[in-house]
């Protein structure tokens, strides 16, 4: 528990939801219905960003980058369902390779190298382990929370616009990621 003003704003907003995941996970049907469709939607992300962690962890290259666009996928048509919305997986596969794509190149790069680093044995399991749940929170944190903004806004999942997200999806990959790292005291 933070002590100071200080050790309070350095405690960012994706650490806590983090920490606060596990007894969301718990969270009764009475509680949920009194919850707004962003606080919904929020809850879904949270719960999201720690199965795509614990997804990047999986050891086989390319399988844990599946394993992450599963949750994404998931993910997105739980929120699409508190929005009232139509899961289109052709549409938000598109979306999600430019909002992906949008974090430019050398983190998109630093995510297939995380994977396909995991073919050599050992030290490569390892690097592919410290690199990709930190990834996989960011971007499921930043594409959740770009969607929510969208859905919102009282977008669809077929107007979405990644080009004029593409700012705040690299903001909010920033947070997620700092959502996974330890936080120095």
Same mark, same amino acid.
Do not use: R
């Given at each position: 528990m933070p002590t100071t003003l200080t050790e309070e704003k350095k405690k960012t907003a994706p650490t806590a939801a983090i920490e606060e995941t596990a007894s969301e996970l718990s969270t009764s049907e009475e509680t949920a219905s009194e919850l707004s469709t962003s606080e919904k939607s929020l809850a879904i992300v949270k719960r999201h960003m720690v199965i795509a962690g614990g997804a990047g962890l999986? %050891?086989? %290259?390319?399988?844990?980058?599946?394993?992450?666009?599963?949750?994404?996928? /998931?993910?997105? /048509?739980?929120? @699409?369902?508190?929005?009232?919305?139509?899961? /289109?997986?052709?549409?938000? +596969?598109?979306?999600?390779?430019?909002?992906?794509?949008?974090?430019?190149? %050398?983190?998109?790069?630093?995510?297939?190298?995380?994977?396909?680093? /995991?073919?050599? %044995?050992?030290a490569g399991t390892w690097a592919g382990a410290l690199t990709m749940p930190v990834l996989?929170? @960011?971007?499921?944190?930043?594409?959740? +929370?770009?969607?929510?903004?969208?859905?919102?806004?009282?977008?669809?999942?077929?107007?979405?616009d990644p080009e004029k997200t593409k700012a705040y999806f690299k903001q909010q990959f920033e947070e997620g990621k700092l959502a996974a790292t330890p936080q120095s005291k």
């Open positions: 999986v %050891p086989f %290259p390319v399988w844990d980058i599946a394993g992450i666009t599963a949750v994404q996928f /998931k993910m997105l /048509k739980d929120m @699409g369902e508190v929005y009232g919305q139509t899961f /289109k997986q052709s549409a938000v +596969k598109n979306t999600l390779a430019a909002l992906i794509g949008s974090i430019g190149l %050398p983190t998109a790069a630093l995510s297939v190298l995380g994977s396909v680093v /995991k073919f050599v %044995p050992i996989a929170t @960011g971007c499921t944190y930043a594409v959740g +929370k770009v969607f929510i903004q969208h859905f919102e806004a009282g977008g669809t999942f077929l107007n979405l």
